[in-house]
């Protein structure tokens, strides 16, 4: 009996360490994170140009996380590596649920994520932007980064998609949108992690798209976006390099210093042939452009869906078949490309007709929100929100004029204990995990138990 309970002892004090060393084990990705070189990407010392499609099941009129859902995804994936693609994009995401499943078989798959932090609850509202721009709104942001930030195959977050739209009107949010880019940046850092891109996805507008390109790369290094991006359906097949106007906009863009890519593409006005793939992988664009995501994944009342999902089941249209072998024709460039390993910032526009911001002059951080940098975000509302009512009048709004240089990141926090470092110790470990450890109480619970197994056995001996 005593050999038994010795051994009983024994057994159960090492299945307990075996399931706490599981529980804190770190998970790995194979895939190299993403950072920006001069006006391009680049991964694993190379290169790397975005061949995505948006991916969003259900789109706004059945919201619901694609990230979340492990059943869904894992479903999408093998259609995604039919396509040859290595990224999507999504557009809202439940930042109060795990996505440990998707992303890392994403990441398994080679295919990367990038991100919008908003959600029709949490989001600047173009038409009165200063009330929306408030601690409620950014502590969303901020816990949709937390959720993200320490996969390897996060690419990207977006801070804003199509605020700013064909209205002259709209253009007054310029400056709340640029305020979260440099809010979500400076949180990435005082938070300890790898700096991930962040930037804005800009509609398909003539009439400003340039003007909020150059507003989103001028002011300070902190007020800077990290990329642009923007929506393009003017390459309608048939087409060519030069009648869709493509051309026009590679030389407007020659000299901008960050990288481009298209964040929405494939107009659909006739039968898709994407033609266009081989002249934005092609040699007079890749100097310029990063590449861009087909828009989009699953079919829905827009007509736009390269496949038609029903429950579990998915069945390919024509063009995912066009796209695919497009793909195929088009292998990724190699080398360089011809990008630019440095560049200048560009100059703020004017005001003018069509653009009201007179300045670079953004508002400061809400006061309740400073409290995030220090401490985090801690958990996400959700898509559902708290109260179900969002955020764009719930909370303290921005009160004062933010000085040049006031989103610069001045401590770097440790993502595993929560302490200020003046090192980048805890951001290095977050680049070369999927997802890193997380603080919690599993350390101790795991002791405690190991301890009473001990004490359990001791008693019976």
Known sequence: MKGFTSLLTTSVVLNAASICASALAPRQSSLPSVSVSGNAFTAGGNRFYIRGIDYQPGGSSELADPIADATGCQ??????????????????????????????????????????????????????????????????????????????????????????????????????IKAVTRDMRQYIGDRGYRKIPVGYSAADVTTNRYETAEYMNCGTDDERSDFFAFNDYSWCDPSSYQTSGWDQKVALFSNYSLPIFLSEYGCNTNARSFQEVASLYGSDMTPVYSGGLVYEYSQEANDYGLVTISGSSVSTNNDFSALQTAFQNTPLPSGDGGFKSTGTPSNCPAQSSTWLPGNDTLPALPPKAVQYLRNGAGKGPGLKGNDGLGSQNAGGASVATAT???????????????????TSTASKAAAGALRAPELSLAPFVCGVVVVLCSLIGATLL
Not at 135 to 156: C, E, G, M, P, W
Not at 407 to 418: C, H, I, K
């Open 75 to 176: 479903r999408d994936i093998p259609y995604f590596t039919k396509l040859g693609i290595n990224a999507v994009r999504v557009y809202s995401v439940d930042n109060s649920a795990s996505h440990d499943t998707c992303m890392n078989a994403l990441a398994a798959a080679g295919i990367y994520l990038i991100l919008d932090v908003n959600s029709p609850l949490y989001s600047i509202n173009r038409g009165d932007p200063a009330p929306s721009y408030n601690d409620v709104y950014l502590q969303s942001v901020f816990a949709t980064i937390d959720a993200f930030a320490s996969y390897s195959n996060t690419l990207a977050f977006f801070s804003g998609n199509e605020v700013i739209n064909e209205t002259t009107a709209s253009t007054v949010a310029a400056p709340y």
């Open 404 to 422: 040049a240089g006031s989103g610069t990141v001045t401590a770097t926090g440790s993502v595993a204990s929560g302490t200020a470092s003046s």
